[in-house]
């Protein structure tokens, strides 16, 4: 296996649980956040105020269709919005995708606006963001791991599990 790259909404644990997997693999670990901030040199934030939503996506595209494979990729929850960068992330390995339930992804962002994540259109709140979202996550999923709150290495450990992979 190349590359296995974790989808989900923010805060279902894809970074936590990707670097976890990314150690027990023996493979770096990237993080599509953490792109998008090195190529721009912005906050999330800062970066959906000065280029609106419809920039931050095509950065986001663009920072995520340059990732090469052979590691670990969190991308942010807003990478499903690109059928182009997703076709070049599943060209790269499997595709996870982490389910959390929306009242979990509530409790762990009470202020979606100041972490930087991305609406379009008149969405409004966390919960019609969940709903257009989840059809997305399910149809670019090869395989989907419930993220219920349990530890990100037990999350680590049922990927890996799930698809088979040696670890050492």
Do not use: N, W
């Amino acid at each position: 296996m190349d590359s296995v790259i974790l989808i989900g909404m923010p805060a279902s644990g894809k970074s936590t649980a990707g670097k976890l997997l990314a150690e027990r693999l023996g493979l770096p670990f990237l993080d599509g956040d953490d792109l998008i901030r090195a190529r721009t040199g912005m906050t999330l934030p800062a970066l959906i105020e000065a280029v609106g939503t419809e920039g931050f996506l095509r950065t986001e595209e663009e920072a995520l269709c340059s990732v090469p494979g052979g590691a670990v990729i969190a991308p942010g929850g807003s990478a499903v919005y690109s059928p182009r960068a997703m076709a070049h992330l599943k060209s790269l390995g499997k595709i996870v995708y982490l389910r959390a339930p929306l009242v979990l992804i509530e409790a762990r962002i009470p202020d979606f606006a100041a972490r930087g994540v991305v609406m379009r259109g008149p969405i409004g709140t966390l919960e019609a963001l969940y709903a257009e979202r989840t059809p997305l996550y399910e149809r670019y999923a090869d395989l989907t791991v419930e993220a219920d709150g349990r530890p990100a290495a037990e999350l680590a450990a049922e990927i890996a599990a799930r698809l088979q992979i040696k670890t050492g």
